[in-house]
């Protein structure tokens, strides 16, 4: 199985900040990399996918950027609504596993 | 406007059977594949199980497999998960997602369903 580990686990920043969110592969993944939003007790929401690609209606303020095992997710400017959960999920190959989550909260 | 809607969660003992449905609209159901993806309290996400657009292909994690079966009705636009000799780790909340196009990433997701396993 292809394992995900994000970094770091939890990151307290403020607002307007540049916030970079790192997920590095156990194997290569190509661009099969995502990126999801979750709010407590919400489902998740996709943002990012095939490593760089905006989702429609994501702001702007988020991009990814990387290929095959390193992979990296940054919000330009933080804005309150920003406080969430940040997943990477990989689809190259069943199990289609996720990292363990970064935390981003608001200073 | 796509729409996923999860039904069937519930309290169930350990080694009862349940099944969760997912009906979907807003768009051409039978033409995407379709996931099951499940937080337990507290945790992080784990993909659970896959079916292919047509319902011929078929994937499971390995903490599920043998005991959880996908599948799909295309006529009714509804996926289920079929969760049979549940355990107390199985506890969580069940969501169904959306594949997007060319099978990359997850575009939509309903808004879950929770079980609980537990005497």
């Known amino acids: 199985d292809i394992q995900m580990t994000q970094s770091p686990p939890s990151l307290s920043a403020s607002i307007g900040d540049r916030v970079i969110i790192t997920c590095r592969a156990s194997?290569?993944?190509?661009?099969?990399l995502n990126w999801y939003q979750q709010k407590p007790g919400k489902a998740p929401k996709v943002l990012i996918y095939g490593a760089s690609n905006l989702q429609s209606g994501v702001p702007s303020r988020f991009s990814a950027s990387g290929s095959g095992t390193d992979f990296t997710l940054t919000v330009s400017s933080l804005q309150p609504e920003d406080s969430a959960t940040y997943y990477c999920?990989?689809?190259?190959?069943?199990?289609?596993?996720f990292g363990q989550g970064t935390k981003l909260e608001i200073k | 406007e796509v729409q996923l809607l999860e039904s069937g969660g519930d309290l169930v003992q350990p080694g009862g059977s349940l099944r969760l449905s997912c009906a979907a609209s807003g768009f051409t159901f039978s033409t995407y594949a379709m996931n099951w993806v499940r937080q337990a309290p507290g945790k992080g996400l784990e993909w659970v199980s896959s079916i292919s657009a047509s319902g011929g292909t078929t994937y499971y994690a390995d903490s599920v497999k043998g005991r959880f079966t996908i599948s799909r009705d295309n006529s009714k636009n509804t996926a289920y998960l079929q969760m049979n000799s549940l355990r107390a780790e199985d506890t969580a909340v069940y969501y169904c997602a959306k594949h997007g196009p060319g099978l990359v990433h997850f575009d939509y997701w309903g808004q879950g369903a929770l079980v609980t396993v537990s005497s």
């Open positions: 999920q990989q689809t190259y190959g069943t199990p289609y596993t």
């Open positions: 194997q290569s993944i190509i661009s099969y």
